[in-house]
């Protein structure tokens, strides 16, 4: 059994908070990816809240439903992850609506929305 502590934890975490945050930005509820998988919501929830570990070969399925690659789930994952210096807050449920339409845009579109943001945040 892992420790609370454990580096382990932490990457499950991550790659949890990646799995909710590209599940949202799909429009998707936990119920309709789950029925895809063939397991419980209960079971995407634990996915993504890092409490269950996604073995290899579910990653790579849960990748291919969301239109990913598998390393996505790894993004902003530093090297020298620890417990302390991992603490990456949840997104709120207004940046997951934010990021679902503009995942819905157009790739015109959504490079012009980008870059009006960048330049009001500058």
Same mark, same amino acid.
């Given at each position: 059994?892992?420790?609370?502590?454990?580096?382990?934890?932490?990457?499950?975490?991550?790659?949890?908070?990646?799995?909710?945050?590209?599940?949202?930005?799909?429009?998707?509820?936990?119920?309709?990816?789950?029925?895809?998988?063939?397991?419980?919501?209960?079971?995407?929830?634990?996915? /993504?809240?890092?409490?269950?570990?996604?073995?290899?070969?579910? =990653?790579? *399925?849960?990748?291919?439903?969301?239109? !990913? #690659?598998?390393?996505?789930?790894?993004?902003?994952?530093?090297?020298?992850?620890?417990?302390?210096?991992?603490?990456?807050?949840?997104?709120?449920? /207004?940046?997951?609506?934010?990021?679902?339409?503009?995942?819905? =845009?157009? *790739?015109?579109?959504?490079?012009?929305? !980008? #870059?009006?943001?960048?330049?009001?945040?500058?």
């Amino acid at each position: 059994m892992r420790r609370k502590t454990d580096p382990t934890r932490e990457i499950d975490k991550h790659v949890g908070r990646q799995l909710r945050v590209m599940r949202a930005a799909r429009g998707m509820t936990q119920e309709d990816l789950s029925s895809k998988l063939g397991i419980s919501y209960q079971q995407l929830h634990k996915y /993504e809240t890092g409490a269950n570990s996604i073995a290899a070969s579910r =990653l790579y *399925d849960i990748a291919q439903l969301l239109g !990913v #690659s598998p390393d996505a789930f790894f993004e902003g994952l530093k090297p020298t992850m620890t417990a302390t210096n991992a603490a990456d807050p949840l997104l709120s449920r /207004e940046q997951i609506v934010l990021l679902k339409h503009l995942n819905s =845009l157009p *790739d015109t579109r959504r490079s012009a929305v !980008v #870059s009006f943001i960048r330049s009001i945040t500058n």
